[in-house]
Each structure stands twice: as structure tokens, then as C-alpha cells.
């Protein structure tokens, strides 16, 4: 026996009272007290079968393993590099894990590598999730990332921005003749062969930020889209 | 000694005109505007974010900091200092105790969520309009949260218990002035602060019409959440 | 870095689409603290957003103006409004932003000092103006100015009570006469841009923050790395001097 108090795809906040009864199992974003389910952030509910979850609207960027990000170069050590990715604490970017080459710190310097300010496209190789954060750049794709422009998003939208199986990012790039890349950690880089169509693939993107919670968003872009490329 | 009417011809528990708004400041990460009558706060969340001086960081969960503020501007009489003061200090305090129990900081060890509160407006319930602003400004920041906190000041005035003191109301003869907040939820206080003599029938009367009025300001915090995500 | 923005402005273009001689959309609003303040404004330029408030108090002159009111100007840059402020004692940048605004208003001859004389030697009124930036998004400086002489425009003297102020009464507006404007101009490679918004001020190679009234210089203030030429100073005035104009309108 269980009842649902809400629906899906309905926006609630903390402390708001989801379902009753011990049916329902919570998941993501939300809690059990006694016999009732209760959501723990600001978020849009998702109820799959008994589960229910909630999708953030919000919050910032917490660091898991896995993750691919955007980051910035902040810090030249010895041994590596420290790097911002939007959390607490700048992550950590060794020799070893810099680079598909090997690095010689003693022949080479490591700003040929990755200079002050450089960005990059990297993933946590581990976290205890606070102060340690280390990444890697082992891997296809991982590069830094020249030219073009970077810009932030919320991190629990970054699912939207890409889209079913990427659908949604693929448009952009598409209408936009941009390349377009994005981080775990909310941060997107794009880069076009015109500022004037990076600044529309800019838009959309944010537009996606703000607007995630309506109905038909893909349709919503689309148009966008097609009206400021003409 | 009886007491018959109060000057702005409300209720004896009926609250201030009120307004809540949230996301008011873009580059915080949580913001709201809470208004009661012409107490005007604004409170603003910066966090997680990494927490100087590294000794009063928490390894086991992150860290609230809570710092209440008044405009110099925002006094009736004379000029505020800028700057803390011993009062200021104080309610930074009872306003972070006040929040606690509703967090759940686990997943942010070693860091520190930053509360700000500036008051741009001041008529009595300063405290009070800070706590409630700062708790939309938590959720909008997503900060996860066991509960809702609403805060607001209750009174007795001679034979009666008052919702929501004004300044006059305050300073009437033997008042007895109680600031409270509430868990929402859960129906619990997590803010009591009073000054004054009072029987302990008269104070726990006073706590069920505070708990009323947190509820009736608990719908303006929901609303003004919800509005900021709807698409318009 | 954010080369970006460099990138744009050498195409002639700015990201939010802006010409370089184009303010964001302005708003200017009065007495929100009208119950405690004297004076109050909140101006907001594109999403930077300043709220300015005056306080008067009865107090002695300085020596060497016995028949002239004080004007002390204080901003504080609050942590509320960046997450690149931090509480504390004022910083550079406050200090900064506070004597600028102050000279702009001070130079300027808005206020008529002589005005608010109470007693010649030994009382005058003292003008506090407050200013406290609520979001930063770029451009403070023209954001706290137009706040800062907005708030005075609203104040109203309370009422006199023998010595003391009374201040549940207020009387007459302040003795003002034409009200100056800030505008700040920025310098990116070989090109001037008006109202910097956050990644232009990070990229600004040169700032001239220009006051004025009509055609007549009141104040200025240089700031960024890079030096200018007398040319290059020449065309920034010119450029802050025709905004100004425009800008002074909204008040």
C-alpha cells in the first residue's frame, strides 16, 4: 500500500513530502523517515516503477570517479600540475598521468605540456571527494583544448545539454558548424570557425540551462536554432 | 493587564504584509529576498567552497558559516558602523543554529558553505526575516536538506500573545519578546530566544502560534522556490 | 586563458552582442530602504546590480571649512555580490571604488556644501553615503556612481529637533544642482569599449573610469597595466563624455 503525493516531472523542494507508505523505494535526492519518502534537495521528480529519484535543478559540481571534465591549469608543481575543475579543491594532474608520452621532467619543462591557464579535457582517475581529486589524460579524447571559448553551466543539466544518446549536443553542433565539448563538471567548450555562431551555440546551451524543465526542449532548441542561423 | 488593539489595526496573529523571491543575486550560488512588513533581507549562499583557515575545516562533514549583516543605511535613527559588532555576531550565530539540523553536509567534507545575510531595510524580526531568507537561498543553492526553516518572533503584550512584533510592540511595557524558528516538517524549534518573564503556559501558547505563523510563511519560501524553476 | 574575448573585440564584436559604445540595459530605482534611509537608490546596469543609501548626522565641521557639511562616501565591496569577495577589512578594491565614487560626487560641485551649514564653527550636517553592491557582473564603478547621486537625489533632511536630528520627520531635498555621471571606458588591444561586463574587465588591458558633467571633466581615474597615450586619453574622454550625457538622462 502506497501513495504517491506527487507527479512526475513535478518540481519540489526539501523537505516536501513525496509518497506514503513503504510501496515506494527512494532513491537519488530523496530519503525515507517512517513510512514516508522525502526529498532532500530542490529537484524534479523522476518515479520509475516503485523508485523514486529526484533530477537536481541545481547545486554545484561534486567530484566522481569516472568523470570527465573541463578543467583549468592553475598551478605548476614539480611533479604536475594542479588543476580548477569547479569544485572546492583543485585536482591533482601528475607526470605520469599527463600524457600517452612519457615525460622527462628533467629534459622537458612541464609548461611545454600544459601552461598557466591552459585548458583541459581530463577524467578523475580517483577522489576521496573532498581534498583529493586525482586526474588523468590517458585516454581518446583527452587533450587540451585550443581557441574557442569555455562557459559554465549547472552540472545537473549536463544530461540535457547532451541529450538521448547525444541527440540534443549533435544539433547544436550540427546548426552551429561547431565543435563542442562537454564536462562532467558543467563546463563547456566551444569553437567555431565564426564567433558569431559560437555565440548562438552559446545561447542554446544556456538556454537548455534554464529552461530544462519544459516539455518538448529538443523542439524548443530546434527553432531556436534555426531562426538565429539563417 | 489587558491589552486591546494592535496600532496597525492586525490580528493578534496575523503576520506582516510579506514577499519572498528567490535567485536574486546571479553569481551566488543560491540567493532570496524575504520582506515582512519593512524588514527587508537578503540572503545569499557561496558554497561548497574551500574553507580558510584549513584548521577549521571538518573532515567528517562540510562546515555552514553563517554572517549576518546590517546596511548602515538600514537603522531607523542614526547611522549602523559598518562592520560587526557584538550583536551582529550573535545573531550570525543563532542564525547558523538555527539552519544546521535542517542540512545534511555529509557530502561535503573539508569544505564550507557560506551564508550571507544583509539587511537593507530594518523594522523589528531583523533575525528572523534573515533565517527564512536563508533557508530559500540553501535549497536554491542545492544544498540538500532534511526540511524547511521558517523563522519568525512571537510575543505577550499584557494578557495577550502576539504574531510578529513590530518595534512599538517590542518596546510596550513588560513585553515579552520570543524569537523562534521551526523545521518546517518536522515541527520542531530550532531557534528560542527570549527576553522578558514569562509563565510556562503563556510560553508554550506562544511556541503554537509561532509554529502557525512558520507555516504560513513556509508557503511564501515554497512558492518563491517553485517560481524560479518553472519555465515560464 | 580566455582569449576569447580578445578574439571577438578584434572582429569589432562583443559577446552579449553589444556595440562597443553600448551600455546594457539600465534601471534605476528609488527609496527601497525609504524607511531607514535618508536617501536610497538601487541601480542596476545589465546584471550588475548596487543599492545606494544616505544617513545624515549633526556634526562639527572640518577646521578649515567651518561653514560647509561633510560628505563621506564608503563602498563595501560585500561578499554577497562575487565569490571573489571575502569578509574582512576593506581591500584595495573597495577603497578604490569608495574614493572614486566620492570624488566623482565630491569635484563635481552636485552637492552645495555651504547649504548645510547649521551653525557656522560648530554644527553642519554630515552626508554618509553607503554603498554596498549587491551582484558584480561587471562595471561597478558606473553602477556605485549613478547609485551613489541617485540615493542623494532621494534623500530628504529630517527634521531639525533643537540640537539633535529628528528622524521620524524629514523635510526639504538635499541642496543639489547638476548631477555628474560616471562612465568607464576599457582598452582591449587597440580598441575602446564602454561598460566592461566580467570577462571584459579580466581582459582589459587599460581602464579610465571618466566623471563628468556637460563638457567639463570632474574626475578620473586610471587603472589596469597597461599604459596610455595622450591619443588614446584623448579619444576615452571624448567617448565617456558623449555616455555621459546620455547616461545622465536616466536620472
Known amino acids: 500500500m502506497g501513495e504517491l503525493k506527487v507527479q512526475d516531472k513535478e518540481i519540489v523542494i526539501p523537505g516536501e513530502v513525496l509518497a506514503v507508505g513503504m510501496d515506494f523505494l527512494p532513491a537519488n535526492g530523496t530519503f525515507r523517515e517512517e513510512d514516508k519518502i522525502i526529498a532532500s534537495e530542490m529537484g524534479l521528480v523522476n518515479v520509475n516503477g516503485r523508485l523514486i529519484k529526484l533530477i537536481p535543478l541545481t547545486g554545484r559540481y561534486v567530484p566522481k570517479k569516472g568523470d570527465t571534465v573541463i578543467g583549468k591549469v592553475v598551478d605548476i608543481g614539480l611533479n604536475g600540475w594542479r588543476v580548477d575543475i569547479r569544485w572546492a579543491y583543485e585536482a591533482n594532474l601528475g607526470l605520469k598521468e599527463a600524457s600517452s608520452d612519457f615525460i622527462d621532467s628533467r629534459r622537458t619543462s612541464l609548461t611545454d605540456y600544459y601552461d598557466y591557464g591552459d585548458v583541459i579535457m581530463a577524467y578523475v582517475v580517483f577522489t576521496t571527494g573532498s581534498k583529493i581529486i586525482d586526474l588523468s589524460m590517458r585516454g581518446p579524447g583527452l587533450r587540451k583544448l585550443i581557441g574557442g571559448r569555455i562557459i559554465e553551466i549547472t552540472p545537473s543539466k549536463v544530461p540535457r545539454v547532451i541529450g538521448k544518446q547525444g541527440s540534443m549536443i549533435t544539433m547544436i553542433k550540427e546548426k552551429t558548424d561547431c565543435k563542442i565539448l562537454v564536462g562532467q563538471n558543467g563546463r563547456v567548450w566551444i569553437s567555431g570557425a565564426e564567433p558569431k555562431k559560437e555565440i548562438i551555440a552559446t545561447k542554446a546551451i544556456r538556454k537548455i540551462d534554464e529552461e530544462s524543465t519544459a516539455d518538448g526542449l529538443t523542439d524548443v532548441i530546434k527553432e531556436f536554432l534555426e531562426k538565429e542561423c539563417k | 493587564m489587558a491589552f486591546a488593539k494592535r496600532s496597525d489595526g492586525r490580528k493578534f496573529d496575523e503576520l506582516r504584509e510579506m514577499e519572498a523571491k528567490v535567485g536574486v543575486v546571479k553569481r551566488a550560488d543560491g540567493s532570496a529576498m524575504f520582506r515582512i512588513g519593512k524588514t527587508i533581507a537578503y540572503a545569499v549562499v557561496y558554497g561548497p567552497r574551500q574553507m580558510y583557515p584549513a584548521f577549521l575545516q571538518d573532515p567528517e562533514k562540510g562546515v555552514l558559516r553563517c554572517n549576518y549583516n546590517m546596511m548602515a543605511f538600514s537603522g531607523s535613527g542614526e547611522r549602523v558602523r559598518p562592520g560587526p559588532s557584538r550583536r551582529s555576531r550573535e545573531i550570525s550565530l543563532v542564525t547558523e543554529k538555527a539552519l544546521m539540523p535542517a542540512l545534511d553536509l555529509s557530502n561535503y567534507k573539508n569544505t564550507v558553505i557560506d551564508v550571507f545575510v544583509e539587511l537593507i531595510q530594518t523594522d523589528s524580526g531583523t533575525r528572523c526575516a534573515g533565517i527564512t531568507a536563508a533557508a530559500m537561498a540553501l535549497a536554491d543553492a542545492g544544498i540538500p536538506m532534511k526540511d524547511m526553516v521558517a523563522s519568525i518572533a512571537v510575543g505577550k503584550l499584557g494578557d495577550k500573545i502576539l504574531a510578529d512584533l513590530t518595534k512599538e510592540e517590542e518596546d510596550y511595557e513588560n513585553a515579552v519578546d520570543i524569537a523562534t524558528a521551526f523545521l518546517i516538517r518536522e515541527g520542531k524549534v530550532t531557534l528560542l530566544q527570549m527576553d522578558g518573564e514569562l509563565k510556562k503556559e503563556d510560553l508554550i501558547e506562544a511556541l503554537k502560534v509561532a509554529k502557525k505563523a512558520c507555516e504560513q510563511i513556509n508557503k511564501l519560501q515554497v512558492k518563491a522556490l517553485k517560481e524560479k524553476y518553472k519555465t515560464k | ?251
Open chain 3, 1 to 251: 586563458m580566455n582569449d576569447y574575448i580578445i578574439t571577438l573585440v578584434q572582429k569589432g564584436l562583443r559577446d552579449d552582442g553589444r556595440d562597443f559604445k553600448e551600455y546594457r540595459p539600465i534601471k534605476i530605482e528609488y527609496g527601497v530602504s525609504a524607511k531607514s534611509a535618508e536617501g536610497s537608490a538601487r541601480v542596476k546596469i545589465g546584471d550588475t546590480e548596487v543599492i545606494a543609501g544616505v544617513k545624515m548626522e549633526i556634526g562639527e565641521p572640518f577646521p578649515d571649512s567651518p561653514d560647509e557639511g561633510v560628505l563621506i562616501v564608503n563602498a563595501e565591496l560585500i561578499p554577497m555580490a562575487s565569490p571573489e569577495f571575502e569578509s574582512g577589512p576593506p581591500r584595495i578594491d573597495s577603497i578604490e571604488l569608495s574614493r572614486v565614487t566620492d570624488r566623482c560626487i565630491r569635484e563635481s560641485g552636485f552637492i552645495d556644501f555651504g547649504k548645510l551649514c547649521i551653525k557656522k564653527k560648530e554644527k553642519v550636517w554630515i552626508v554618509f553615503v553607503d554603498i554596498y553592491p549587491i551582484n558584480d557582473s561587471g562595471n561597478l564603478f558606473d553602477a556605485a556612481c549613478l547609485a551613489a547621486v541617485a540615493a542623494l537625489k532621494d534623500a530628504k533632511f529630517p527634521a531639525l529637533d533643537g540640537d539633535k536630528a529628528d528622524y521620524t520627520k524629514h523635510t526639504k531635498e538635499l541642496p543639489l544642482k547638476k548631477a555628474p555621471t560616471s562612465c568607464t571606458v576599457i582598452n582591449i588591444k587597440d580598441k575602446f569599449l564602454v561598460d566592461p561586463m566580467t570577462e571584459e574587465e579580466k581582459d582589459a588591458m587599460a581602464r579610465l573610469t571618466v566623471a563628468s558633467i556637460g563638457s567639463t571633466v570632474c574626475a578620473l581615474q586610471k587603472g589596469g597595466e597597461k599604459p596610455l597615450s595622450i591619443e588614446d586619453i584623448d579619444k576615452m574622454i571624448s567617448l565617456a563624455i558623449e555616455k555621459n550625457n546620455e547616461l545622465v538622462k536616466l536620472l
